[in-house]
């Protein structure tokens, strides 16, 4: 069984990128993942002033502290993205800039979407840079879901069958990912 983290950005009053978190969420329990939703809008750090490893020991609140230690012990996480003005959003970068060193070593598949058509893609090839300085692997499947007000309803059941046909290949990967790189570190451990 894995252990993934699903980190969502979205303070929005109406949000609609909750759907593709409940989507992938569903789809993780059904494959007997442990999930942790991540939702920035509910651990609510506040604006970046210091990151978790910056605190003293014990000092951290009590929720990043928690958190911390979800991530240190993820086998993966799955990142869900919408495109604000090309770019990822800014809840999410903050929420996950708080960490650093617990996120090595570990993969991320990205999940984008938006109203249109395009899927947030252009959200996805950012946020592919920022994990990647962040010490995490992405895997080269990302999923986007266009016209998301469409796609999937309020409880992120798909109006669409491609959508479950998609995502069984988007997870086979982050799995395999999963699987391999923690066996890696339980058997070489990590260059640093």
């Known amino acids: ?10 303070y929005r009053s109406a949000r609609q990128g909750i759907k593709a978190a409940r989507f992938i969420i569903n789809q993780l329990h059904q494959r ?18 210091r990151m978790y490893k910056e605190y003293e020991a014990g000092q951290a609140p ?3 502290t928690e958190l911390a230690e979800h991530i240190r012990t993820a086998d993966g996480f799955v ?29 991320t598949g990205i999940v984008s979407y938006s109203v249109g058509g ?4 252009r959200a996805a090839i950012q946020l592919r840079s920022f994990l990647g300085e962040m010490g995490m692997v992405t895997i080269s499947t990302m999923f986007a879901i266009s016209k998301i ?7 992120g059941t798909p109006q669409e069958a491609s959508l479950t046909k998609r995502v069984g290949q988007f997870l086979d990967e982050l799995e395999w990912y999963e699987e391999a790189l923690h066996r890696q570190r339980r058997e070489k451990g990590t260059p640093y």
């Open 1 to 10: 069984m894995f252990k993934t983290l699903v980190f969502y950005g979205s």
């Open 32 to 49: 007997n993942h442990e999930v942790i939703f991540v939702d920035a809008k509910e651990y609510d750090f506040g604006i970046l002033d």
């Open 62 to 64: 009590t929720k990043m």
């Open 79 to 107: 990142v869900i993205t919408g495109e604000y003005n090309h770019s990822i959003q800014p809840g999410l970068s903050n929420l996950m800039d708080h960490y650093l060193e617990e996120y090595y070593f570990r993969p």
């Open 118 to 121: 395009f899927g947030g893609v």
């Open 149 to 155: 007000k469409d796609s999937l309803d309020e409880l």
